[in-house]
């Protein structure tokens, strides 16, 4: 059976118990670093987010990006809270649950501890959007939906390990947070400065979820099999991200028709 793009997320779990690692099976620093050089498929190296880090875009399509990624942000806590209910193991469930709470937030929503779904929202004000444009999900693409409700249903009907290991194109993000940081202020000058606080505030959290998610990986993919499955996991993650971006470019050509655009 060849392994397309809807089959590979319900390939089942290699049977291959961890008692019977082989010589096959990759040291873990290979294996690691078998994992990062997956940034190369990383989004950051997407048409469109190059031309959005170049400052090349226009405000509507900045706006689109924005509007279409917030859903994404909406669905992270769901995915998280599906983790959690799939795991069986008290310490890990702790761990998980500070990411439920860091995107929902913990107190109230002005303070600062909003959470990044707040954060996010005032993104979405800094670049122009009015809350209704972005909590009535009208702007979000068809083909954004269908990429960010992939992700949640394999979180939701895989194992939690699995599921870890495909939150793990974090590992690749603190730099694409980084490099909007750097560079916007100068690019979109238009773009209000306190919108950016969610790529801040993301960096040192991504790093610390991104700890937690490659010792799950090492402890789980104690095969070679399994190890193999974690890249084709990333894989999966890694083209969700790609589509999204897809979407949204396709969405927001340089020409759209000015009553279409955010
Ligand atoms: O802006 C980005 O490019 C980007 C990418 C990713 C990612 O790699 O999945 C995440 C985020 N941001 C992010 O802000 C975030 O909170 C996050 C959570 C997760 C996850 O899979 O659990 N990915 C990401």
């Keep these: 059976m060849n392994t397309t793009t809807t089959e590979r997320q319900d390939a089942p779990a290699p049977a291959a118990a961890c008692s019977a690692p082989s010589l096959r099976t990759w040291h873990p620093e290979e294996f690691e670093a078998r994992l ?5 498929r990383y989004h950051v190296h997407h048409p469109f987010n190059l031309r959005l880090n170049r400052g090349e875009l226009q405000p509507f ?4 990006w924005v ?17 959690l209910a799939n795991c069986a193991q008290r310490e890990e469930r702790r761990r998980w649950l500070e990411r439920i709470l860091d995107h929902d937030g913990r107190g109230d929503f002005a303070g600062a501890n909003a959470g ?6 005032r993104l979405g004000r800094a670049v122009g959007l009015g809350p209704d444009a972005l909590w009535s999900q009208r702007h979000v693409q068809p083909g954004v939906r269908f990429a960010v409700d992939a992700y949640l249903n394999f979180a939701r009907s895989r194992p939690w390990e699995e599921a870890a290991i495909s939150s793990l194109t974090e590992m690749f993000a603190p730099k694409i947070h980084a490099d909007r940081l750097a560079g916007w202020p100068a690019l979109y000058p238009w773009i209000q400065a306190e919108g950016l606080a969610y790529f801040r505030q993301r960096i040192p959290l991504a790093t610390r979820d991104v700890e937690h998610g490659l010792e799950v990986a090492r402890r789980w993919a104690c095969t070679r099999e399994r190890q193999e499955r974690a890249l084709q996991i990333l894989h999966f993650k890694l083209d969700i991200l790609w589509s999204m971006l897809d979407a949204i470019e396709r969405a ?11």
């Design 116 to 121: 990044g779904i707040e954060a996010w929202s």
């Design 252 to 262: 927001y050509p340089d020409d759209l028709a000015e009553e279409l655009r955010p």
């Design 67 to 83: 509007a279409n990624r917030f859903y994404y942000q909406l669905c992270i806590p769901q995915k998280d809270a599906a983790v």
């Design 61 to 64: 399509q900045v706006r689109g």
């Design 36 to 40: 990062r050089a997956c940034e190369a």
